[in-house]
């Protein structure tokens, strides 16, 4: 009896063992979930993007066919059924750029994966884009000549929206604009350089860079300059700054104030912008831009103390000077005498000059412009009331005749000041 159950037990064991060969693997069945997914940080943020990053831990035992990021403005759970960018498929991490966003925005984001199962979304982030805003830029204008000008700007922040469109515009009114005549430079941020091109001879104009973006356009700040009288001779000094020139009686006179960093035989000229670095610089040669503004060095030229007139490495172009006591008399005494010959050399209107620009013809082309001074101390005064040139003669030690024109009257008087004084140069033709 014992051994015919031992045998059925046998038996029966057999039958199990081979039951279970028999089975196909398709037959043993795995089970599947959905994916697992989680979202980082949002970065890159601007006005109407950024950019988010986020990893499919697992896929759930089933291939993920979909995956990426959702999000909403208002819906606080975000699904495939509001806006939405894939990433591919299988796990692993992604990035998406999420873009055409609204400036100055809530946003609430998840990331999705999709497998054979179904689709899961990771927990919320909620993010802000940024505000965008008028550019910002600079100008400048670097060469005028008879018919045409060089100008250009620079855009130092576009406001958090990509610049579109930049350029110069200009008028022969205030506050020009895209409007107006204009040239349009590229896009993007950083520098640009423009050419103006059929102006009018001896016209005043106002310039101002642009930059537009999808708030607006934003202007850099006005610049006036003037084109140069037909038929009117140029020289160029070491920094290749183009001066015109202009006949008057015996004399050859550049028609701009100088510019120069460097003096002829290119060694440059200490820039001193610092007030009581100017005051204490009692030994050497000095320039400055008046209030330390490179753009006014296009319009007034820049200023000299007298160490620089009197440095015998010169600071006139070759072929020109200084001009000496001797010759500024010379001139005044040519226009009429010290009374009248200031009007004669003056700018007429008040673009440049204050009212009421007494007696102002320019009947000379001269074309005096008021650009001021810095005081011994290192402070700067005077622009728009008064137009300051050093001689190259000097009265003393310690001081250098000079000549002044003033705003309120036609008259050029004769001063003398000391060297640590900055002053405008005005060239004469050997």
Known sequence: MKIKLVNYLVLYAVILFSILFSCKKEDIKVVQTIPSVTIGSITNITAYSATCIAEIISDGGSAVVARGICWSLNNPTPTTEDSNIKSGTGSGSFTNSIVGLTQGANYYVRAYATNGIGTVYSSQVIFSTTKAYLPTITNAVSTIAITTATSGGNITNDGGSPITSRGVCWNTSRNPTTANLKTTDGTGTGAFISSLTGLTANTTYYLRSYATNSVGTGYGSEIPFRTYTTGSGTVIDIDG????????????????????????????????????????????????????????????????????VADSHNIAPIGWHIPTDTEWTTLANYLGGESVAGGKLKETGTTYWQSPNTGATNETSFTALPGGNRFWDGSFGNVGNRSAWWSSTEKDINNFWSREIHYDGGDIGRNFLHRLNGYSVRCVRD
């Open 241 to 308: 700054n183009v001066y015109h020139t202009v006949t008057i009686g015996t004399q050859v006179w550049m028609v701009e104030n100088l510019k120069t960093t460097k003096y002829r035989n290119g060694d440059p000229i200490p820039n001193v912008t610092d007030g009581t670095a100017w005051h204490n610089n009692i030994a050497g040669a000095a320039y400055c831009n008046y209030n330390n503004d490179i753009n006014s060095s296009t319009t007034y030229g820049r200023l000299y103390n007298g160490f620089a």
